[in-house]
């Protein structure tokens, strides 16, 4: 099993930037995760892919935040970054964190992200 704890959202304004973290834990000693991911999800949408980054560090990324959003890890401290800059109203969400290990997966609790016009 791992937990995963995220931290970094607020209330910004829009153009401006937030940098979200999430560091994973496990209490079974040196388990290996995979992909990392982050996910948002807005009122009354479905949750939608962000940003995806493999152990190996390739990175895949929705449209809607290409040139915008940068994600990366750290595989030290198991811990996987967002870096959103010129930030629009639209990205207004939940952001969660999701990691994958093995054949399995966990998510984070998520973290309100607000950017007001």
């Known amino acids: 099993q791992v937990q995963l704890v995220e931290s970094g959202g607020g209330l910004v304004q829009a153009g401006g930037s937030l940098r979200l973290s999430c560091a994973a834990s496990?209490?079974?000693?040196?388990?290996?995760?995979?992909?990392m991911g982050w996910y948002r999800q807005a009122p009354g949408k479905q949750r939608e892919l962000v940003a995806s980054i493999t152990r190996g560090g390739s990175t895949k990324y929705s449209d809607s935040v290409k040139g915008r959003f940068t994600i990366s890890r750290d595989n030290a401290k198991n811990t996987v970054y967002l870096q959103m800059n010129s930030l629009k109203p639209e990205d207004t969400a939940v952001y969660y964190c999701?990691?994958?290990?093995?054949?399995?997966?966990?998510w984070g609790q998520g973290t309100q992200v607000t950017v007001s016009s």
């Open positions: 999701k990691a994958n290990y093995g054949a399995f997966a966990s």
């Open positions: 496990s209490s079974i000693f040196s388990i290996d995760i995979d992909a």
